[in-house]
């Protein structure tokens, strides 16, 4: 099972505001690593994947943006900055250093929360975006789609009976595995604002899709609702099939 929470390293000096966020975080679903400074940060990044950094400018040693240059020199991991200066000058040097976001403090936690989310939204659109543009077949826990066909196989090869709009759902999260998909989005992705379309389909598609590919349809594993949110498809998805280059 792919690991649904994000795993965000918070570097701050300062106790109070790195304990805020932490704890906000947490209560969020996010598994949170915490830092102080440069050399801290480092050693836990080498012994821990990171999904997205939370990094003070203002730190003892070197700087936020010191270790913003270095680190993307080596790494493409999505940064978010902090600063008590919210100077225009200081939020286009983190930005041009290679920050992914920029929030002046004082900021409410449900604000950095809704930007981490937008971070690694983007973040997943571009690495599903590439890793399935132009795939024919996907696969997943053992299931199979298959997009020219336009048929679903269970992992015992056994063809699961599907309407087109299941089909289409389920396509949409295969090519977006790991995101939290608004219903809004979700009915622009497959059905496009089609007369008569409304938010509640879409919770009727995924009812019977579930029935259809998770082992407790009752406790859903895979297509998880997201409270408040929407749905996130939760398994790994892998290419199968490319178009063969001419």
């Known amino acids: ?46 012994d821990h994947r990171i999904d997205l ?13 010191t270790l913003c240059r270095k680190l993307r020199a080596e790494s493409q991991v999505p940064i978010i900055m902090l600063t008590a200066r919210g100077e225009d000058v200081d939020r286009i040097l983190g930005l041009e250093m290679g920050a992914d976001d920029y ?18 939204r983007r973040q997943a659109a571009a690495m599903t975006a590439s890793a399935t543009e132009g795939a024919t077949a996907l ?3 053992g299931w199979k789609i298959d997009f020219r066909l336009r048929e679903l ?26 995101r939290v998909l ?25 009812s019977r899709i579930r029935r259809k590919i998770e082992p407790d349809p009752q406790e859903a594993t895979m ?12 398994p790994v998805v892998e290419v199968l099939t490319a178009p063969q280059s001419h």
């Open 223 to 234: 297509i998880k609702t997201v409270r408040s949110g929407g749905y996130m498809f939760t």
């Open 53 to 65: 950094l939370i990094l003070d400018v203002m730190l003892p040693g070197e700087d936020g943006l």
């Open 153 to 178: 196989r269970n992992p015992e090869g056994a063809r699961v009976a599907m309407t087109s709009a299941e089909f289409d759902l389920l396509r949409t999260f295969c090519e977006r595995p790991g």
């Open 1 to 46: 099972m792919a690991q649904t929470q994000p795993h965000i390293l918070v570097v701050e000096d300062d106790r109070e505001t790195r304990t805020l966020i932490a704890k906000y975080l947490r209560n969020n679903a996010c598994n949170v690593t915490t830092a102080t400074d440069g050399r801290e940060m480092t050693r836990i990044m080498g």
């Open 182 to 206: 608004s219903r809004d989005s979700l009915l622009d992705l497959t059905q496009g604002r089609s007369a008569g379309s409304f938010e509640r389909s879409i919770d009727v598609l995924v």
């Open 103 to 120: 929030l002046p403090k004082p900021f409410n936690p449900r604000e950095l929360l809704a930007r981490i989310n937008a971070v690694l």
């Open 139 to 141: 696969s997943f826990l």
